[in-house]
């Protein structure tokens, strides 16, 4: 569960991760995927943070739409902020609080609930926030069951390193190992490949590590 006390200010978050060149070493690392999308492309970043992982997508697919979730809303209101610094038009995103046990169900800042239909994200991206669900195996199946056919999985998950695990404990994030997750990914019936960071994508490389999954598309 989440601790109120971490994660208070967005806008301190982000200038943090900003100012140590955490954001850049992910841009850089998300740049380097390889991936086969092309048309009107559906995002979804689930605990978007400061929004980093579903910005650069809709930076590189100038068609795409994003769907971006936290828990607090603070972090969905400077996930809309780095996008209007980003250039990109607010009418492309789509901000909801969303728990991660739960991604499906999303309540918008007006206070609309609704239900998100499974198999309609191409891309789903997650950091570091599955290990925040009542139940991690859960919440990566019920991510999967919102990805569409054909669709990526991208998890850059915290690693299991000393400094991955030691900024975890401060961050009260309790994750499952990583070769249970891609088990469990596996069990969807994605094909998953786990990437580890390399010295270019420093300093991110020292607590992250990019767990892959591909859902089959439909024969
Ligand atoms: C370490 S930050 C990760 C942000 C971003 N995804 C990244 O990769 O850098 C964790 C984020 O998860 C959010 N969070 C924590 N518990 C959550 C939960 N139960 N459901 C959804 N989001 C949660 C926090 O508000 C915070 O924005």
Do not use: W
């Amino acid at each position: 569960m989440l601790n109120p006390r971490l994660y208070k200010n967005a806008r301190v978050y982000d200038f943090f991760i900003k100012s140590l060149g955490y954001e850049r070493s992910i841009d850089r690392f998300l740049r380097s995927l390889d991936l086969q999308l092309a048309g009107p492309i559906r995002i979804m970043d689930a605990g978007c943070g400061t929004g980093l992982l579903g910005l650069h997508f809709l930076m590189r697919y100038p068609g795409a739409t994003l769907t971006a979730t936290d828990l607090q809303a603070n972090f969905l209101l400077t996930t809309l902020a780095n996008a209007r610094n980003r250039d990109i038009d607010e009418n492309r995103i789509e901000v909801g609080v969303a728990d991660i046990s739960h991604p499906g169900r999303l309540t918008t800042l007006d206070q609309q609930t609704r239900t998100l239909q499974q198999g309609s994200f191409d891309i789903i991206c997650v950091g570091a926030v599955v290990g925040y669900a009542e139940s991690t195996e859960q919440s990566l199946r019920e991510l999967i069951r919102l990805l569409a056919p054909g669709g990526t999985l991208i998890n850059l998950e915290m690693n299991e390193s000393p400094t991955g695990r030691f900024i975890s404990k401060r961050y009260h994030y309790s994750n499952i190992a990583l070769s249970k997750m891609q088990q469990i990914l596996l069990e969807e019936g994605c094909s998953v490949c786990m990437k580890r960071l390399s010295l270019v994508h420093l300093p991110a490389k020292f607590t992250r590590v990019a767990i892959i999954a591909h859902k089959p598309a439909a024969t």
